[in-house]
Nanobody, 120 residues
């Protein structure tokens, strides 16, 4: 089992950058596929990015491709989401999630979320 805690919340202007962190306790992160999701007010939670430790592959939602970068440090048990060129439509609560084997996209573990607000 793993516990996830996000940090890095912020209120920024359009065009600014922000880095979110997701610290894990429990099992090593390499046992999970890790991802970031977000939920804007009045909208459903949506996928943002994911990283696979086995082959270091990453995948992004089209809306953030080229602006956001997911990375991780297994020794620190931390996953990051570097967000550049932020837009007001990126405003949301951002959640970190872990997908255990067999990595079928069933995210069993979630953090409590961290708020990102982007003003125009």
């Amino acid at each position: 089992q793993v516990q996830l805690v996000e940090s890095g919340a912020g209120l920024v202007q359009a065009g600014d950058s922000l880095r979110l962190s997701c610290a894990a306790s429990g099992r090593t992160l390499s046992a999970y596929a890790m991802a970031w999701f977000r939920q804007a007010p009045g909208k459903e939670r949506e996928f943002v990015a994911t990283i696979s430790w086995s082959d270091s592959t990453t995948r992004y939602a089209d809306s953030v491709k080229g602006r956001f970068t997911i990375s991780g440090d297994n020794a620190k048990k931390t996953v990051y989401l570097q967000m550049n060129s932020l837009k007001p439509e990126d405003t949301a609560v951002y959640y970190c999630a872990a997908d255990p084997p067999p990595y079928e996209g069933v995210y069993e573990y979630w953090g409590q979320g961290t708020q990102v607000t982007v003003t125009s």
